[in-house]
């Protein structure tokens, strides 16, 4: 069975500093990456997804992920954070079963940016 | 386009009842998925519905039911209502061909 660690379950940062949220996955099988945003009080928006091709993946807001297949790592960063990035960021490995794309999460990490 | 609908945002039951929550997917996406986020176990799969059939189930009892309709609409229903049903329900709908879905805004359920 597919698994996901999100290895900090609370990163605080200040604002313009860079910030890196850790993922690492387990899976015998080739994956689908994904890295998901939740506000307070909101379903989830996806910020940025690794499908196949280039292991550098960019996403919106200034997001970007590298995939490391030896290391089995999928970590998010952002050069500069902003106060809006506060928020919960989740790591999703889709588990796909005759067809049928189920994503299994991991447990989150809570980024706070501080003035 | 609109996005991912869900109704009601907000929902308080008493143990022992049953309640059914609504997702309207994106027009067009045939793929209609449910999970439960909670504050201890995070964010697990319920079911997964294509074309009017249940193509993925997750480990839940079998107090969690789902159907989808044939305008893709997609209901859940759960009986016999426990405390730690609290919770909240997310839908998502996909293309079912780009792997990426698209999340509604949740179900709040309180079970008191």
């Known amino acids: 069975a597919q698994s996901v660690t999100q290895l900090d379950s609370q990163v605080p940062v200040f604002e313009e500093a860079p910030v890196e949220l850790r993922c690492n996955y387990s899976?015998?099988?080739?994956?689908?990456l994904f890295w998901y945003v939740q506000y307070p009080n909101q379903g989830l928006q996806l910020l940025l997804k690794?499908?196949?091709?280039?292991?550098l993946v960019k996403g919106i807001n200034g997001f970007e992920a590298e995939f490391n297949k030896s290391q089995t790592s999928f970590h998010l960063r952002k050069p500069s954070v902003h106060i809006s990035d506060t928020a919960e960021y989740f790591c999703?490995?889709?588990?796909?079963?005759?067809?049928?794309?189920?994503?299994?999460f991991g447990k989150g990490t809570k980024l706070t940016v501080n003035p | 386009k609109a996005g991912v609908t869900q109704t009601p945002r907000y929902l308080i039951k008493t143990r022992g009842q049953q309640v059914t929550l609504s997702c309207s997917p994106i027009?067009?996406?045939?793929?209609v998925s449910w999970y439960q986020q909670t504050p201890g176990q995070g964010l697990q799969f319920l079911f997964e519905?294509?074309?009017?059939?249940?193509?993925n189930k997750g480990n839940f009892p079998g107090r969690f039911s789902g159907r989808q309709f044939s305008n893709s609409r997609s209901e859940m229903n759960v009986s016999t209502l426990e405390l730690g049903d609290s919770a909240l329900y997310l839908c998502?709908?996909?293309?079912?061909?780009?792997?990426?879905?698209?999340f509604g805004p949740g179900t709040r359920l309180t079970v008191t």
């Open positions: 998502a709908s996909s293309l079912a061909a780009d792997y990426e879905q698209y």
């Open positions: 899976s015998s099988v080739s994956v689908y």
């Open positions: 690794y499908l196949s091709g280039s292991t």
């Open positions: 999703a490995v889709s588990d796909i079963q005759g067809g049928s794309e189920k994503l299994v």
């Open positions: 027009s067009g996406h045939r793929s």
């Open positions: 519905y294509f074309s009017e059939t249940q193509r």
